[in-house]
């Protein structure tokens, strides 16, 4: 993304981020010592050590021409709009933090609990992903995209561990103009949470809706309003088949080349939050 390299810059700026992303979700109060001002004092700080790096960009542009893009500012940068700022480009780095360090990562956490605790899908999973494997080692080929869609088990894995994992519980609006919905009326200027949880786990939509059950999207249709793990409308997130596909294909090396146990007591912190929703949950 940014081209930096493991050492102490790239520590300080995973722990600002962990500070930053604790406060994306806090009470909006902000004042010092409080979490949403840590939260936007860390942000401040990693957007201080991604703004050295554009202008060390910048200045070996200025002397060698810079070369092929290697990274995503490189790219930005190539651009040649003026209104690509350092700060917004800057920005944009930040937020893509978002999902490469934190929402795809507890996606996958989250599915490969879900399967330990489900071993009839993660023999499914297995089967399905040796296949796939076997056929490409015979044929001496590499994956393909095509390859990724074929895994219709997989992909109900995925749909399933969005649904009761609720990655990201839920999107913030603000009321531009008055609205009514169903005849209640949101006042302009009143801000609104739709919280996908109490959708995704709503038992008039989903059948035992605290189960982990990929079978369930065999039948069921996931182009709905009640399933919108990526959101929808026209801020509908852009990463979807991203996230998809990085899921799928760690899910494949994991099934066809590893072994894996659960440590016992150990704690995947995400079902915490499950507990809020589901009377019988497991962590
Ligand atoms: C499991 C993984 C992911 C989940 C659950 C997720 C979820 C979401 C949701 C719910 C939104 C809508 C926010 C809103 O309407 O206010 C969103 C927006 C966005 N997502 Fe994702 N996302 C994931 C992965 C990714 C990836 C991999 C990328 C890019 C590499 C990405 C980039 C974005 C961007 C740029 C937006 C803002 C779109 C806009 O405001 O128009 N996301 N995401």
Redesign the pocket.
């Known amino acids: 993304l940014i081209g930096l390299e493991a050492g102490p810059e790239m520590q300080q700026l995973k722990q600002q981020f962990q500070e930053f992303i604790v406060g994306l979700m806090s009470l909006p109060i902000k004042l010092p010592g409080t979490r949403l001002y840590r939260s936007l004092q860390a942000k401040k700080r990693m957007a201080r050590v991604v703004q050295r790096i554009i202008q060390e960009k910048r200045r070996r542009r200025a002397l060698d021409g810079g070369g092929a893009p290697r990274d995503a500012i490189d790219v930005l940068m190539g651009d040649g709009s003026e209104e690509l700022t350092d700060e917004l480009i800057s920005d ?1 780095m930040i ?2 933090m ?3 360090e934190d ?2 990562p ?2 996958i956490t989250l599915a490969v609990k879900f399967l330990s605790e489900c071993p009839l899908a993660l023999q499914q999973l297995e089967e399905e992903n040796m296949q796939l494997k076997m056929r490409k080692t015979d044929l001496g080929e590499t994956l393909q995209w095509t390859d990724y869609m074929s895994l219709s088990f997989t992909q109900h894995v995925i749909t399933e561990t ?1 649904r009761i994992g609720n ?2 519980s ?4 603000k009321a531009v103009r008055d609205v009514e919905v169903k005849g209640h009326l949101i006042p302009k200027g009143w801000r609104v949470f739709m919280y ?1 949880r109490s959708v995704h786990l709503d038992d008039m939509l989903y059948e035992d809706p605290c189960k982990f059950n990929p079978w369930r999207w065999k039948e069921k249709d996931m182009s709905t309003s009640s399933f ?13 088949d ?3 596909l ?2 799928s294909i760690f899910l494949h090396h994991l099934v066809t080349s590893f072994r894996y146990v659960c440590i016992h007591g150990s704690l995947v912190a995400p079902a915490l939050i499950l507990t809020r929703a589901c009377k019988h949950h497991t962590t």
């Open positions: 944009n937020d893509f978002i999902p490469a929402s795809v507890v996606l969005l990655i990201i839920g999107i913030m609006r996908f919108t793990p990526f959101g929808g409308g026209q801020r509908l997130c852009p990463g979807l991203l996230a998809r990085e899921a």
